[in-house]
């Protein structure tokens, strides 16, 4: 049973940075692919972004394109979602997801293909 869990999340002002981590445990992280997703109040979870189990492939929803980056490190068990120029509609809870066992050097987006979740991280951007 893989454990995720995130930290970072933080009240920050539109235009500021912050720098999500998701540490795994028990598991083999370099096997899995890892993925972001937030929910706002009110609002379905959405995908904000995706990387491969190696790395070297990643995908962005497209409201984060430019701002956003994945990453990760094996080496740490840790994959991290570097946000910049934050802004308002950002507001949300961060979710990281991982996906045991997936074909090599493909990402996810859809949240159904996730098995394990951690159990969030609040980001709150003001305007």
């Known amino acids: 049973q893989v454990q995720l869990v995130e930290s970072g999340g933080g009240l920050v002002q539109a235009g500021g940075s912050l720098r999500l981590s998701c540490a795994a445990s028990?598991?083999?992280?370099?096997?899995?692919?890892m993925g972001w997703f937030r929910q706002a109040p009110g609002k379905e979870r959405e995908f904000v972004a995706a990387i491969s189990s190696s790395g070297s492939n990643t995908g962005y929803a497209d409201s984060v394109k430019g701002r956003f980056t994945i990453s990760r490190d094996n080496a740490k068990n840790t994959v991290y979602l570097q946000m910049n120029n934050l802004k308002p509609e950002d507001t949300a809870v961060y979710y990281c997801a991982a996906k045991p066992f997936p074909v090599p050097d493909w990402y996810y987006i859809g949240g159904h293909n996730y098995d394990y979740w951690g159990q969030g991280t609040q980001v709150t951007v003001s305007s």
């Open positions: 028990r598991g083999t992280f370099s096997r899995y692919a």
